[in-house]
């Protein structure tokens, strides 16, 4: 059973800066698919980065330029360095893992069968 535990949540001033984590207990493969994702009160969770088996990632159109996701396999943990942020980056942000997967996966929640109790980030302005 694969476990995932995010960290690095916090509130910050617009253009502030944060690194969230996921370490994950358990069983994983080495081409694991892995995402974060956000969801702010009263809208539909969303997909901010991710990387898929090949090591190619994916960016929301929202976030791109200001957020980069990264993997240490070796660790089993998964980051997200947040840059310049923004009000609307407000809300739970959630890590993910699931099997193989490629191609562009953020609009594909369901790919996603492990995901972690979230970790909220609070954007001021």
Do not use: H
Not at 34 to 48: D, I, S, T, Y
Not at 50 to 75: E, L, M, P
Request: net charge neutral; hydrophobic share 35%; proline share 2%.
């Amino acid at each position: 059973q694969v476990q995932l535990v995010e960290f690095g949540g916090g509130s910050v001033q617009a253009g502030g800066s944060l690194r969230l984590s996921c370490t994950a207990s358990g069983v994983i493969g080495s081409r694991s698919c892995v995402a974060w994702f956000r969801q702010a009160p009263e809208k539909e969770r969303e997909g901010v980065a991710a990387v898929v088996s090949d090591g190619s990632t994916n960016y929301a159109d929202s976030v791109k330029g200001r957020f980069t996701i990264s993997r240490d396999t070796f660790k089993n943990t998964l980051y997200l360095q947040m840059n310049s942020l923004k009000p609307e980056d407000t809300g739970m942000y959630y890590c993910a893992r699931g099997q193989f997967c490629s191609g562009y996966v953020l609009d594909l929640p369901s790919l996603f069968n492990y995901w972690g109790q979230g970790t909220q980030v609070t954007v001021s302005s």
